[in-house]
């Protein structure tokens, strides 16, 4: 029942006071304007096209309506559509909907939403899915191959489509099947200024890639083709190239094979080059005209493509072969029958491929013949057309439409009269406009104008237009819903606006002038026969099943039916399908002839409004009553307006409804009670009803908040004493808590008091004065004793590297704590000395000596430390010849290692052995194994090292020795750290002095009679490989790199 709320405007037209069209075109503006595109009659839609994307669809939406009756949220196609879905799957009742109005009114996008919505809310499963998906995938084939841009719409539908979804017992859809009506196929051939042709054509050249193109021997530039309008190429907010994506992924989706799709674009490719065969005007040798292809190149592309001999084409475009029942004769066209026997193949090309389109589909979709099934039908047709120059095509739109508009007038009276049987309300008879007379004037078997037209194009003789038209002027002079320049002239009428050739029919939504030029031609759809055989010669599958007319053994004679008379067959069965099933209607209302948004034309809208009949089919609903709900939600809504029913109703809704209306005091002719519903004569009385709700619940909403605010206050209040009262209790029981505290504190200091004065009463009665003293040493000396008792069991471990101590636990302790921390160390020493061996006190010593002389002075010291003295590099002991050398009378050789003595002269460096012993150092030549030098410990004076990583250092002599006066030696050591430290050992325990060892890096060192001056540099690479590089830096310098 939210129709009414929030409403703007009158959101159901029934409901509209007064019943004018001017208020109504005002009401459909109104909404309009506030982006309420949609509005009820009853249960039809009214659906105004807004030109923009707007914020009311999708899956929420979708949920939203489908969980509501139809009048209980705002007007919207899927309450339309839900209702549809339901009553066909609840009630089994197979439903129609008639999607109708103008082009560019929104007819294909309203049939696209209705089957969104119900692919939404059916059935879920793999197979429903994929049914689903081909069902709405078919959307954009048909429209890719059947829409084209038209002055009044960018994607017009250019025929008629109705479709079946069938759906099993469970809703789910199973398939279905689309029947297609009367395709403007004259579109391929012709346009109007301003309009394009059909939309594949322009797909194909802009989506297809290079390959593709090259196949089809096409070019991308659409201003090759003669059936392609030039200057309107292209279409604001449409990209070709990725619709052509998209109908090719539908088409794969729907089931057409790869080999389909192509042959498809094969035959369309064919449409367009047959455009661009151009005819020649020629003549015979006997004077007659003829005609003749000019350039053979297009034919012959054509018969490539097709697998046809380029002559034979070019013969069945040029000739016409006449068979009668003894003979053949051959006749030559002249160049404008060449043109039409070319335009007339390209036509029926076109439009037979789309036939088998919309069967290849319908062969994909459609549902095993044992399968019971539900049928849902959804038809959206071409809209009343009146044109400036409205012809053959329009005549039969129209007609069609007349045909709809009766069918929707007997369907909607006879829904009236059922319900009103239904609920046991006695039904007036209603007047209304029939428009059968005008159906009739159209459709009758003998007299109508398509009966007349298909007799004037089966009789022999002079047949044309205008003897149609003449017999048309015969036959209805006196009718009254036909009119012509000869019935007008007849009835000394004069009306400028009716030419000579054209005829009038004033049918339901307005009078329409048909000018009768090609009536009999387009009726008549001839294609030579010569084109259908030369069509079902080519070698080409698809392209020979659309001509099966074209077989040499099955050729007849018989004339195929007009195209007036299969579109009435048509018509007639759409009428008995739309007749077999309950119909749901949606009316499209085009705003403005520019597609802008926001734009309302309200002389546009009134005069769609007419031909729609929507004044006359509100005037049928409100014929009887206006207005009918459920006893059930009409008493939910207005309940609140009985003493009565409120707030509590315990009985039936039938008799809660009428104490509501009997305490209201309405007039009995206003209200009539069916059986499960009321019924509301005048809209008044309904408005009546919702000022009086309107004022009522004004007042409850000042009952509620008076009654909520005093609660709110009392709450509040109750809440206020509460906290106050736990607020006065706490603070009470802390003042409480304080008072005790601080009595209990001034006893527990009185009670202090009194026992420390009867302790020292009591002390200076039992106890001596020097009691103090006594006491005071008993307590130092027991927690002497248990500072020590306690060290005692938490030494630290014997390890000499372990340096932990316990801390002392007293101040006192502190000084005899690190005594004993000393004591403690230095016994650990000495149980560690004591450990040792001879060997390793002596090797310990060394260490300690080289610590001594080269700790944090050499850099190469820190690398000596962990690796043992070794003495002996040579392996002595299996050298005998060595062993000789040093002489018996030395004793043990205290190092042996080989050296590097530099050259002080040149800088070069050459291999000796050093031998150490307790008395001497002796240098012998490597490759000789001789003696070269023998130095006596006493006469070395000094030895200077570097302090870099190398092995360099120099052995100063005494002057007064004998070796000494050579000068001084310069020797390379890789054991540089050991070597020194025996040798200073050696010369302290030989000669009782200590060796000095100076660490520099500039010493100077003798050579014979003069000095050299050395200075070490550290290079580079010297940390690296330890080789050294000696240059000479004039007579008396020698600079080293180490």
Known sequence: MTLMEDSVGVGDLVLLEPLEEEPLLKNLQLRYENKEIYTYIGN???????YQQLPIYGPEFIAKYQDYTFYELKPHIYALANVAYQSLRDRDRDQCILITGESGAGKTEASKLVMSYVAAVCGKGEQVNSVKEQLLQSNPVLEAFGNAKTIRNNNSSRFGKYMDIEFDFKGSPLGGVITNYLLEKSRVVKQLEGERNFHIFYQLLAGADAHLLEAL????????YAYLHQKVSRVDGMDDASNFKSVQNAMTVIGFSEVEIQQVLEVTALVLKLGNVELADESQANGTSASGIRDGRGVQEIGEMIGLNSEELEKALCSRTMKTAKEEVVTTLNFTQAQYARDALAKNIYSRLFNWIVNRINESIKVGSGEKKKVMGVLDIYGFEILEDNSFEQFVINYCNEKLQQVFIEMTLKEEQEEYKREGIPWTKVDYFDNGIICNLIEHNQQGILAML???????GVVSDSTFLAKLNQVFSKHGYYESKVTQNAQRQYDHTMGLSCFRICHYAGKVTYNVNSFIDKNNDLLFRDLSQAMWKAQHPLLQSLFPEGVPTQTSLKRPPTAGAQFKSSVAILMKNLYSKNPNYIRCIKPNEHQQRGQFSSELVAVQTRYL??????????????YRQRYEPFLERYRLLGRSTWPRWNGGDREGVEKVL?????????????????????????????EKRRLRLQQLATLIQKIYRGWRCRTHYQLMRKSQILISSWFRGNMQRKRYAKIKASVVLIQAFVRGWKARKDYRKYFRSGAALTLADFIYKSITQKFLLGLRNNLPSTNILDRTWPAAPYRCFNTANQELQQLFYRWKCKRFRDRLSPKQVEILKEKLCASELFKGKKASYPQSVPIPFCGDYLGLQGN?????????????????????KVNRGNGKTSSRILLLTKGH???????????????GLDSVAEVSVTSFKDGLFSLRLNEISSVGSRGDFLLVSEHVIELLTKMYQAVLDATQRQLLISVTEKFSVRFKESSVAVKVIQGPEGDRNGKLKCKKKGSRCLEVTV
């Open 662 to 690: 009997g305490e209201l005091s309405l007039s009995s002719e206003e209200l009539a009670f069916g059986k499960t519903k009321i019924f509301i004569r005048s809209p008044k009385t309904l408005f009546y009803l919702e």
């Open 454 to 460: 298909d007799e004037e194009c089966l009789r022999p």
């Open 921 to 935: 150092v002796i240098l012998i030549d490597t490759k000789k194994s001789q003696a070269k030098t023998v130095i």
């Open 44 to 50: 039809v839609l009214i659906s105004m096209n807004p």
């Open 880 to 900: 005998p010849k060595l062993q000789k050398l040093k002489g018996g009378e030395e004793g043990p050789v205290l190092m042996a290692d080989t050296v590097k």
């Open 217 to 224: 021997k096409l070019e991308r530039d659409t201003s090759h």
């Open 613 to 626: 009949g929507l004044l006359e089919n509100v005037r049928v609903r409100r014929a009887g009553y206006a």
